[in-house]
């Protein structure tokens, strides 16, 4: 699965990487996101998404939290839950059927972790787990293939700015490479040459669709393990992405 991530990007640069007009990123995030290196579930992230717009579909830029929100859920909490979607039954679950079907989206990160099990043991008696730091080796923006919903709160008025919660999921696929190393589960990628496909609200063909994600290819992710200070959500920092060895060298 993945389960936490670093994005510290300021939203002019991912405006750039993923050609939205710089306008509308003015209009839609009107308190940019602080850098995270520990992002968490129900967390607010970046997420690329294509709205319609004028009868034509507009690139746009949205701070949603982590943790999709099915639009026919009755409380927001069932998000948590839902961080992550299984590439390989998300047509069939119905929390993220129709979101596959309609509402894609880019969520843009640095790099993620993943915890791997040593043969240390706890108190409790299982292995203590080192957390690892995945993420591109020329370290370019890692698109992760992600959905949205838009939940309604029932319990607000209509004109309740606070009525609409914008939520997201991860997709995720079989690890390989070097991630399959550290986890069975690694996020699924999408080529800067396939965003346009794979925002296309007008695309519905899943077998199509399904064809534009791909794991990282061989090469492209490095790993390297870092503090257990990312074990906990409080904690946060350009820190947590140093490589161990230059912890225990005093580099960080």
Same mark, same amino acid.
């Given at each position: 699965?993945?389960?936490?991530?670093?994005?510290?990007?300021?939203?002019?640069? @991912?405006?750039?990487?993923?050609?939205?007009?710089?306008?509308?990123?003015?209009?839609?995030?009107?308190?940019? @996101?602080?850098?995270?290196?520990?992002?968490?579930?129900?967390?607010?992230?970046?997420?690329?998404?294509?709205?319609?717009?004028?009868?034509?579909?507009?690139?746009?830029?949205?701070?949603?939290?982590?943790?999709?929100?099915?639009?026919?859920?009755?409380?927001?909490?069932?998000?948590?839950?839902?961080?992550?979607?299984?590439?390989?039954?998300?047509?069939?679950?119905?929390?993220?059927?129709?979101?596959?079907?309609?509402?894609?989206?880019?969520?843009?990160?640095?790099?993620?972790?993943?915890?791997?099990?040593?043969?240390?043991?706890?108190?409790?008696?299982?292995?203590?787990?080192?957390?690892?730091?995945?993420?591109?080796?020329?370290?370019?923006?890692?698109?992760?293939?992600?959905?949205?919903?838009?939940?309604?709160?029932?319990?607000?008025?209509?004109?309740?700015?606070?009525?609409?919660?914008?939520?997201?999921?991860?997709?995720?696929?079989?690890?390989?490479?070097?991630?399959?190393?550290?986890?069975?589960?690694?996020?699924? @990628?999408?080529?800067?040459?396939?965003?346009?496909?794979?925002?296309?609200?007008?695309?519905?063909?899943?077998?199509? @669709?399904?064809?534009?994600?791909?794991?990282?290819?061989?090469?492209?992710?490095?790993?390297?393990?870092?503090?257990?200070?990312?074990?906990?959500?409080?904690?946060?920092?350009?820190?947590?992405?140093?490589?161990?060895?230059?912890?225990?060298?005093?580099?960080?």
């Amino acid at each position: 699965m993945c389960g936490r991530y670093a994005s510290s990007r300021k939203p002019e640069d @991912l405006a750039e990487e993923f050609e939205i007009d710089a306008a509308s990123v003015k209009e839609t995030i009107v308190e940019p @996101l602080a850098p995270d290196f520990n992002v968490a579930p129900t967390k607010q992230v970046y997420a690329v998404v294509e709205r319609a717009q004028d009868d034509e579909a507009r690139r746009q830029l949205r701070a949603v939290r982590w943790g999709l929100v099915p639009f026919w859920a009755k409380d927001p909490k069932i998000g948590s839950r839902m961080i992550n979607a299984r590439m390989e039954t998300v047509t069939e679950k119905p929390a993220f059927r129709q979101a596959f079907a309609k509402r894609r989206c880019l969520l843009p990160a640095d790099g993620y972790f993943e915890w791997y099990p040593t043969e240390q043991k706890g108190k409790s008696g299982k292995p203590l787990k080192q957390p690892f730091y995945i993420h591109p080796a020329d370290d370019s923006v890692m698109a992760m293939a992600g959905l949205y919903e838009i939940w309604k709160d029932p319990t607000r008025d209509d004109d309740d700015p606070l009525r609409f919660l914008w939520t997201c999921t991860v997709l995720t696929t079989t690890a390989t490479d070097v991630a399959g190393q550290i986890h069975d589960r690694m996020p699924l @990628l999408v080529e800067p040459e396939r965003y346009s496909a794979w925002l296309d609200p007008a695309a519905t063909d899943a077998d199509q @669709l399904r064809e534009l994600l791909v794991p990282a290819a061989p090469g492209l992710l490095e790993a390297f393990p870092v503090s257990t200070e990312v074990n906990n959500v409080r904690n946060n920092g350009p820190d947590l992405v140093v490589p161990l060895a230059a912890v225990g060298e005093g580099g960080a």
